[in-house]
């Protein structure tokens, strides 16, 4: 696997080898526990409050704002189930229909037990209605989840405008950030967002850990309950090793937020560029103005996506047909129906998304490869 071009970094990405080198020692040597009261575990316990600060500069906030926890799907839970708890009588919740499974699964867990969901539905360039979101939140209205940034297809959502509207009507907002944190630049002490999700897997950081921002001003009722770590607000004795991992991946990830919007969205640009010059009936889904710099979500008409993944990854491509938490799944991807899209095109479409640890000289290599792979199943279609 030495010579594959890795164009997946929505699922995961690599760990960056400066994560690698600062957690190290927090698997060895310095492995006390933070809520020990002698010098050896208070030692770990800076090591984490350090952490806190570099993730709290990277978004934008107060270090005291920032709760660690496993991944982003806890965050979200966490965020969705607190703001149910702190007024019984709001039971209602405000969604999307293009959101992660995190969100997605819990809203229809929530439903089923008596809960009441609204969920927005989006256009064809995957944006939502900002009228119907203001007219669809109610007196009852608990909370408000929207992503930042689509998974699938980049799209981003007019996020610091939502958190206005939402706080407006004085609800709650949270937003999953996961593929979002890193990307683009986050201030969130300028933004009426109450509640952020994001994963570490996902800045170069290893998978097991992620962060919910809760506002200073938000009430706020803990999802994990035991011990009193994280203030009270997430029970359970912190992984040291990957929490001092997303501190450092997140200081990298501000220094790298440039090369981002440059050099990766140049290299996102010119295979697309490539791709619609070469793969005829190719087609880009979704708002193509407002989106993530790194991620190409492509339709290739008349080919099955899970036949071209198979090739690729023969000819050393990855890429996704979708979420990696959806991998496997027989439907069509519930991001690309909810934006119109026939069966048949979100079944012929690809996510490919790009990363720092990426180089210029892969990218005709992948369009290379891509032309190949469509060329030979029309070929082989063609010929049945």
């Known amino acids: 696997m030495s010579d594959f071009i890795y164009l997946d970094n929505n699922a995961t990405t690599r760990v960056d080898p400066a994560v690698v080198e600062e957690m190290m020692p927090f698997l060895t040597e310095q492995y006390g526990n933070p809520s020990s009261a002698y010098r050896f575990g208070k030692q770990v316990a800076a090591a984490l409050d350090l952490a806190r600060e570099r993730v709290a500069a990277l978004l934008g906030c107060e270090p005291g704002e920032i709760v660690f926890t496993s991944c982003g799907t806890e965050s979200t839970n966490a965020a969705i189930h607190s703001a149910l708890l702190m007024d019984r009588d709001r039971q209602h919740i405000i969604t999307t229909r293009v959101e992660h499974s995190a969100t997605l699964k819990t809203c229809?867990?929530?439903?089923?037990?008596?809960?009441?969901?609204?969920?927005?539905?989006?256009?064809?360039?995957?944006?939502?209605?900002?009228?119907?979101?203001?007219?669809?939140?109610?007196?009852?209205?608990?909370?408000?989840?929207?992503?930042?940034?689509?998974?699938?297809?980049?799209?981003?959502?007019?996020?610091?405008?939502?958190?206005?509207?939402?706080r407006g009507k004085g609800a709650l907002f949270h937003t999953d950030a996961v593929q979002a944190?890193?990307?683009?630049?986050?201030a969130l002490a300028d933004a009426k967002i109450n509640f952020?999700?994001?994963?570490?897997?996902?800045?170069?950081?290893?998978?097991?850990?992620?962060?919910?921002?809760?506002?200073?001003?938000?009430?706020?009722?803990?999802?994990?309950?035991?011990?009193?770590?994280?203030?009270?607000?997430?029970?359970?004795?912190?992984?040291?090793?990957?929490?001092?991992?997303?501190?450092?991946?997140?200081?990298?990830?501000?220094?790298?937020?440039e090369h981002e919007n440059s050099e990766v969205r140049a290299w996102r640009d010119q295979f697309e560029e490539g791709i619609l010059e070469r793969v005829q009936g190719a087609q880009i889904n979704g708002d193509r103005a407002h989106r993530l710099p790194n991620t190409s979500n492509l339709?290739?008409?008349?080919?099955?996506?899970?036949?071209?993944?198979?090739?690729?990854?023969?000819?050393?491509?990855?890429?996704?047909?979708?979420?990696?938490?959806?991998?496997?799944?027989?439907h069509a991807s519930h991001v690309l129906k909810a934006m119109g899209f026939s069966d048949d095109r979100a079944r012929s479409s690809l996510r490919f998304s790009f990363g720092r640890f990426n180089t210029a000289a892969e990218v005709p290599r992948a369009i290379d490869a891509v032309?190949?792979?469509?060329?030979?199943l029309r070929r082989v279609a063609a010929a049945a």
């Open 108 to 166: 229809e867990l929530l439903a089923k037990r008596g809960y009441e969901i609204t969920w927005l539905g989006v256009d064809s360039q995957g944006q939502v209605d900002l009228r119907e979101l203001e007219k669809s939140i109610r007196s009852d209205t608990a909370l408000v989840s929207v992503m930042w940034a689509n998974n699938e297809t980049g799209v981003l959502f007019p996020t610091e405008e939502i958190a206005d509207i939402v």
């Open 181 to 186: 944190v890193g990307k683009i630049p986050i």
């Open 196 to 257: 952020l999700s994001l994963s570490g897997h996902k800045l170069h950081c290893p998978k097991g850990v992620g962060v919910l921002y809760v506002n200073r001003r938000t009430k706020f009722a803990p999802f994990m309950t035991g011990g009193g770590q994280e203030k009270s607000k997430r029970a359970g004795t912190e992984n040291v090793a990957s929490i001092v991992a997303l501190g450092k991946a997140c200081e990298v990830a501000g220094q790298f937020i």
């Open 299 to 330: 339709a290739f008409d008349g080919i099955d996506s899970e036949a071209v993944l198979m090739l690729l990854d023969d000819a050393g491509v990855c890429c996704s047909s979708g979420s990696a938490c959806t991998t496997g799944s027989v």
């Open 371 to 376: 032309e190949r792979v469509v060329g030979k």
